[in-house]
């Protein structure tokens, strides 16, 4: 692929980490900014999605930190191991949380069964987990995540705005939205909901006709 070519895998690497790292942040700023604003059972169910989208995010910015962000080039892969030494205090932290890839795995990607044991995440329970779980934990997760960030993106600032500016001149078009509005996209909802009830229809009375 052209960007590899034109850029270092750090490069890249750090970029990635930004990005999710921001995609973090901007998560739990926008949840931060509707709490106590509304009623209590939509506030929960919010509360929950944002920790599910944090935790998946929190494991591909760890798998992206401890797998990618290497190189051939020994003095960049130098300045890596110096500020690796620099953020561990928040990647000790954050290792506290034993189980986040386990959960993130069983529970959020993984259609709630742990696989290798062959058994539903109930068995076990979804509080048994050493996951971050309020938003004490949350707040301590987003302030690792930002100072990992922020210390990689000081450091390598002159290289990501290369990288931005060349992804900024690629002009790939995007795919075209499935329904162009509203009213289209209730039309075929509708008739899909139909369709389905005239199945389940028929289902009955074939099981009542044997």
């Known amino acids: ?42 506030e929960k169910v919010l509360y929950v999605s944002t920790f599910s989208i944090v935790l998946i995010q929190t494991v591909s910015f760890l798998d992206e930190y401890h797998n990618f962000l290497k190189t051939d080039n020994e003095e960049l892969n130098n300045t890596i191991k110096v500020i690796k030494k620099t953020v561990k205090p928040a990647t000790d932290q954050i290792k506290k949380w034993r189980d986040i890839n386990e959960f993130r795995n ?82 075929v909802a509708q008739t899909i909901y139909n369709q389905v009830n005239t199945n389940i229809a028929q289902l009955k009375s074939s099981v009542l006709n044997e």
């Open 1 to 42: 692929m052209e960007i590899h070519s034109k850029f270092d895998e750090v490069d890249i690497s750090v970029y990635h980490l930004v990005f999710i790292g921001n995609s973090i942040n901007n998560i739990i700023e926008a949840f931060s900014k509707v709490i106590y604003k509304i009623d209590d059972l939509h």
């Open 106 to 187: 069983n529970v959020l990607a993984h259609n709630l069964r742990d696989r290798k044991k062959m058994m539903t995440v109930f068995e076990k329970g979804l509080s048994s987990y050493d996951i971050p779980k309020n938003s004490n934990d949350l707040m301590v997760l987003q302030n690792c995540i930002s100072a990992i960030k922020q210390t990689f993106e000081s450091a390598f600032a002159s290289r990501l705005q290369i990288l931005q500016e060349y992804l900024d001149k690629l002009k790939i078009p995007p795919k075209e939205n499935k329904f162009k509005n509203s009213k289209e996209a209730k039309k």
